[in-house]
């Protein structure tokens, strides 16, 4: 099912994170990639995350651990924690993925953390999941034939209008 896009700005904060790093062992890195990550943010926001379009960025593969830092380890009162706190803060009762009855208890990453370290924490990448919906996603993207592995919570509508209706009626025969 569709989800509305968080309310959080993906380029909001790429800015929020970079300024919060000025005082840190990491400002002269993020310092030096503010540029490129936001435009590259803007990229997926854009492409509609879709990993046919979307490309990875390899230079940045030795400092993966710096983005996804970002995600499993936000300070408390830093944009990040506040960000991811509020995208674990929904009221879905069915997982958007599958449709499986309850309440998804984790976010997945759309593009995954391991190949996109760069949206580890981007609201528009992030969204609740089921914990088999995300198992059998694992860091799936799909491939050239067929990039896309799942819909994008966000973006992709699967079916915009009823295309079948089924009405039972007595005698049930």
């Known amino acids: 099912m569709p989800l509305p896009v968080p309310a959080a700005c993906s380029l ?17 890195f993020f310092n030096g990639i503010a540029a490129e990550w936001r435009r590259r943010v803007q990229t997926y926001l854009d492409e509609r995350g879709s990993p046919a379009t979307v ?12 983005f996804l830092n970002l995600y ?10 506040n960000v991811l706190a ?5 009221t879905l009762t069915i997982c958007p993925a599958c449709g499986e009855a309850g309440r998804p208890n984790t976010l997945d ?26 198992i059998e996603k ?11 592995f799942f819909l994008h919570p ?15 009626h007595a005698p049930y025969v």
């Open 55 to 66: 490309p990875t960025w390899p230079l940045i593969g030795p400092d993966k651990k710096k």
């Open 109 to 134: 990453h759309y593009l995954p953390k391991d190949v996109y370290p760069h949206f580890c924490v981007t609201p528009h990448n992030l969204f609740p999941m089921c914990d088999a919906c995300q």
């Open 72 to 81: 499993a380890s936000p300070a408390d009162g830093t944009a990040q924690k």
């Open 138 to 148: 694992g860091s799936k993207t799909g491939d050239v034939a067929d990039p896309r």
């Open 86 to 90: 509020a995208l674990r803060d929904h």
């Open 12 to 28: 909001q904060l790429v800015d929020d994170l970079v300024a919060e790093r000025q005082s840190g062992k990491n400002k002269l």
């Open 154 to 168: 966000y973006y992709d509508i699967f079916i915009g209008q009823q295309v079948l209706g089924l009405s039972i």
